[in-house]
T-cell receptor, first 116, second 110 residues
Framework: EAQVTQNPRYLITVTGKKLTVTCSQN?????MSWYRQDPGLGLRQIYY???????DKGDVPEGYKVSRKEKRNFPLILESPSPNQTSLYFC???????????????FGQGTRLTVV | EDKVVQSPLSLVVHEGDTVTLNCSYE??????LLWYKQEKKAPTFLFML????IEKKSGRLSSILDKKELFSILNITATQTGDSAIYLC??????????FGAGTRLFVKA
């Protein structure tokens, strides 16, 4: 089954304690991305990656790091979480490029993070 | 600055009605525009549009893009209660950055 898997689904942590949210996809997609969703602000892109070892900042990258060492995995790292990073986080993956006769995009089920 | 405006913000209709959701955008070096449906949690992909004037259809849903006027519409015909959701429009730039609109919240009454 095609899917994007995020872990953990729920996390409560304390300010300053480093954490990693994992994201894995099984569709061999080139493109992967992280978003945060906050009430009144909608979905905002944190980082994205067009392929292995290629990452770029989205609109709200401050306080986050990512890596893309393998095509299937795209972890989100919060080196020193703060309460303003309390949010619902989504990982997504999709095919890049047109003319392939197929377009698809999938989101993970989300990670609700609370930083106290 | 990249900008996406969806309208209306919310909409209440009766089952069987047809609705049109709007998305206007201004993004750097536009590449494509994606539509998503978000119910309880994660958005689900509906359409990806890259060329003007070519309608994409999936069942009762259809969408079209106008790259000259910088907008897209999503149509839903014969609405059902299961169509109740937030519909999100997301243009992508040439560099593959994605910007989401605030969404249109649709409620379909039985």
């Amino acid at each position: 089954e095609a899917q994007v898997t995020q872990n953990p689904r729920y996390l409560i942590t304390v300010t300053g304690k480093k954490l990693t949210v994992t994201c894995s996809q099984n569709m061999n997609h080139e493109y992967m991305s992280w978003y945060r969703q906050d009430p009144g602000l909608g979905l905002r892109q944190i980082y994205y990656s067009m392929n292995v070892e290629v990452t770029d900042k989205g609109d709200v990258p401050e306080g986050y790091k990512v890596s893309r060492k393998e095509k299937r995995n795209f972890p989100l790292i919060l080196e020193s979480p703060s309460p303003n990073q309390t949010s619902l986080y989504f990982c997504a993956s999709s095919l890049i490029g047109q003319g392939r006769g197929r377009t698809e995009a999938f989101f993970g089920q989300g990670t609700r993070l609370t930083v106290v | 600055e990249d900008k996406v405006v969806q309208s209306p913000l919310s909409l209440v209709v009766h089952e069987g009605d047809t609705v049109t959701l709007n998305c206007s955008y201004e993004v750097t070096n536009f590449r494509s525009l994606l539509w998503y449906k978000q119910e309880k949690k994660a958005p689900t992909f509906l359409f990806m549009l890259t060329s003007s004037g070519i309608e994409k259809k999936s069942g009762r849903l259809s969408s079209i893009l106008d790259k000259k006027e910088l907008f897209s519409i999503l149509n839903i015909t014969a609405t059902q209660t299961g169509d109740s959701a937030i519909y999100l429009c997301a243009p992508q730039t040439g560099g593959f950055k994605t910007i989401f609109g605030a969404g249109t919240r649709l409620f379909v009454k039985a």
